[in-house]
């Protein structure tokens, strides 16, 4: 049984940084793509950060370019998402999910943890 659990989330103020875990269980994640997704109530899920199985592609959503890095270490079976300089609009639920590639679509990924709350304030 596939198991994802994310980690990481808390409350900061702007301007602070946070870094998010995700590790995954009942597969090798060697052989997909990785990424973050978040949610803000009442939005819709917003693509975050991509990376590749060899982590050779990275892509990023455009909100968080310049601000964000996701990395992953395959011998953990797990990906992070280095946040910095976060904003009030970065506040939301923060899933990894684990699929065929380096996509912004969340229907092609296969498995999808429950989710991390990061909230920031001003």
């Known amino acids: 049984q596939v198991q994802v659990v994310e980690s990481g989330g808390e409350s900061v103020q702007a301007g602070g940084s946070l870094r998010l875990s995700c590790v995954a269980s009942?597969?090798?994640?060697?052989?997909?793509?990785m990424a973050w997704f978040r949610q803000a109530p009442g939005k819709e899920r917003e693509f975050v950060a991509a990376i590749s199985g060899t982590s050779a592609r990275r892509d990023y959503g455009d909100s968080v370019k310049g601000r964000f890095a996701i990395s992953r270490d395959n011998a953990q079976n797990a990906t992070y998402l280095e946040m910095s300089s976060l904003k009030p609009e970065d506040s939301a639920v923060y899933y990894c999910?684990?699929?065929?590639?380096?996509?912004?679509?969340?229907?092609?990924?296969?498995?999808w943890g429950q989710g991390t709350q990061v909230t920031v304030s001003s």
């Open positions: 999910a684990v699929g065929g590639g380096v996509s912004r679509r969340p229907a092609l990924y296969y498995y």
């Open positions: 009942g597969l090798r994640i060697s052989a997909y793509g």
